[in-house]
């Protein structure tokens, strides 16, 4: 479906040191840098494949879905979507695809949503019955029928992020686009939000390419991730398998019903969090079965759970072993 | 026959989305109807100053200047209500990157930004200006004929079609430059030279209100047209001009769609 070679991707910044002065210089003499956001970035994703695309800040991750979608030309490399070059924007295209940004919106900010629905439908040439109807569907899956007539500047961030949505897919595109689709939204509404779109992915086969801040997001819906640091693709494949080989370990987090007697904890394994009747130790992952049998004969349990270690905390390690030694990796 | 019927429709649903804009408040809606009557009526004033000490200027009497005047304000209406709204329109998508929006819409992304904002209450504006043409017809003593009004029809085509493309180069720099503002306000300080008859200036100002930001050929030939002193090479001239900029205008978009960025999420 997408099939993206050796991409890359360099922007001329105006650079400047802060001050008046420096500011006066730059009016007469400008010096600008050649940032490179994307660096031979190359992949493909299968119809119906949902990918994660991961990384700092400014690694690139904005811009390779603006390329993806015909927004921005390439500086070299050449990408596809089903059987275009996204930046020709053909009709067939752009009926194939949407994008859904995070921290900008598509909706009249004056009017009631339904008037950006109105819009699209006559911008996609949509008939009119089978506009309404996957209106109607999506209005009723995202539960948002009473807001739909309200003016858009009255509505909450979440609100807006599922009116938005639904303008969105209301020409019922093949391949979504979405960048930072929960940002700003509470944890309720992210995992609505993120069901929805799982729902969308399954119920009409496509293909789905996400970004977000939020490892839940991605650690709930994609089963594959695609790492971008510093416009290097530095890993493609299995989250999972990602977590493990970086950190090969579980947690395992006991509740005590009274304080154990000191040593008894430190012989299990490495203490990662401790609290007078709390303790979190990190286990490599082949002597779990031992070290919990161990903790239930020795220390006082109430409580006793065995989990991964949190994905920040993987995806920070392996970006930060990543630029202590170069190299990129991939499954 | 289908892409004609879908344009149409996209036209009909921009107009109305504007006009529900316009209505949503209604305060700044009567406010806005007020404020372009008013300065339709300054536009007059320079004018009055000028022949309250002399007959004519440069070969134009009062009343045939009065034509210029009043076709000027006829096409200031169109531009501030018709052109001018959906213009800013770009220029704010561009610097906030909410152009992404246009550009992944299956149209033509020239015709979307040309037709995003309407402002409906320069329609008084028009009306105006209309009524300042028939005054001046009727200082004048008469009426243009049937051919010279359809030749002035024809130029106010031509004119229309020269502002839209001059307003559209001045966004395509916005892609490169992202911030246009007082790129706009040179524009429109530009085109308020409009008001004068051509041949109120000399040398190398005439030649670039001629050519380079066609001004005589926006106001000053279809005045001349009403008044049936326009001649056919002239009229021939305005029209060759206005499809060489419509064209060179469509061809600088289309490079500078290549040079947009998009502003960073």
């Known amino acids: ?331 | 026959m289908r892409p004609l019927r879908h344009y149409a429709r996209l036209l009909a649903v921009q107009m109305r989305t504007s006009l529900t804009l316009a209505v949503q408040y209604r305060f700044d809606f009567f406010l806005e109807g007020a404020l372009a009557l008013f300065w339709l009526a300054i536009t007059l004033i320079p004018l009055l100053v000028v022949y309250s000490r002399r007959e004519s200027v440069a070969g134009w009497s009062f009343p045939e200047a009065l034509v210029v005047v009043g076709w000027f304000s006829v096409l200031k209406a169109v531009l501030d209500g018709g052109v001018t709204p959906s213009l800013n329109f770009v220029v704010e998508g561009v610097r906030k990157g909410t152009l992404d929006f246009i550009l992944l819409k299956p149209a033509d992304a020239q015709f979307l930004v040309s037709t995003a904002r309407f402002e409906p209450w320069r329609i008084l504006d028009f009306l105006g200006s209309i009524a300042v043409l028939a005054y001046a017809f009727h200082r004048l003593g008469r009426v243009p004929s049937v051919g010279d009004f359809m030749v002035g029809l024809a130029l106010f085509g031509v004119a229309l079609i020269l502002l839209y493309s001059l307003w559209i180069l001045v966004v395509s720099v916005s892609f490169r430059v992202v911030k246009v503002d007082n790129l706009s306000y040179l524009f429109i300080s530009i085109f308020d030279a409009g008001r004068w008859p051509i041949d109120v200036f000399k040398g190398a100002l005439r030649l670039i209100f001629t050519v380079v930001f066609p001004l005589a050929l926006m106001t000053t030939y279809p005045a001349q047209a009403l008044l049936g002193k326009l001649t056919s090479a002239h009229a021939l001239l305005a029209g060759t001009g206005g499809l060489a900029f419509a064209a060179i205008a469509r061809l600088v978009w289309k490079r500078a769609l290549r040079a947009y960025t998009s502003a960073s999420s």
């Not at chain 1, 970004?211 to 416009?231: F, N, Q, W």
């Open chain 1, 1 to 331: 479906m997408i099939r993206a070679r050796k991409l890359c991707k360099t922007y001329r910044v105006h650079r400047r040191p802060p001050g008046l002065l420096a500011a006066l210089r730059s009016v007469i003499r400008r010096r600008y840098e050649e940032v490179r956001a994307l660096v031979d970035v190359s992949f493909d994703i299968a119809p119906g494949e949902r990918v994660g695309f991961l990384g700092p800040n400014g690694a690139g991750k904005t811009t390779a879905l603006k390329i993806l979608s015909g927004l921005l030309y390439p500086t070299s490399g050449s990408v596809t979507v089903g059987d275009f070059v996204p930046q020709e924007r053909r009709t067939e295209f752009l009926h194939m695809i949407t994008l859904v940004m995070g921290q900008k919106q598509q909706l009249l900010w004056d009017l009631p949503p339904a008037e950006t629905f109105a819009m699209n439908r006559a911008l996609f040439d949509l008939p009119r019955r089978e506009a309404d109807a996957t209106q109607q569907e999506l209005v009723d899956l995202l539960e948002i029928g009473p807001l739909i007539g309200k003016p858009t500047r009255q509505l909450s961030l979440g609100e807006r992020m599922k009116c938005e949505l639904v303008a969105a897919l209301l020409h019922r595109p093949k391949v979504l686009f979405l960048d930072e689709p929960t940002i700003g939204l509470d944890v309720s509404m992210q995992a609505r939000v993120r069901d929805f779109i799982r729902r969308y992915n399954e119920s009409t086969g496509a293909s789905v390419l996400l970004t977000s801040h939020y490892m839940e997001d991605v650690a709930a819906l994609c089963p594959r991730v695609i790492v971008i640091d510093k416009g290097h693709l530095i890993y493609d494949g299995d989250l999972r398998t990602l977590a493990r080989r970086i950190r090969p370990e579980k947690r395992i987090t006991m509740h005590f019903s009274s304080v154990p007697a000191p040593g008894d904890l430190d012989r299990l394994g490495n203490c990662v969090a401790r609290s007078e009747l709390q303790a979190t130790l990190a286990v490599p992952a082949a002597q779990v079965t031992e070290a919990v049998r161990a903790a239930l004969s020795r220390l006082p349990i109430s409580d006793i759970s065995v989990e991964d270690p949190p994905l920040e905390e993987i995806m920070q390690e392996f970006l930060d072993g990543q630029s202590a030694n170069g190299g990129a990796r991939s499954a």
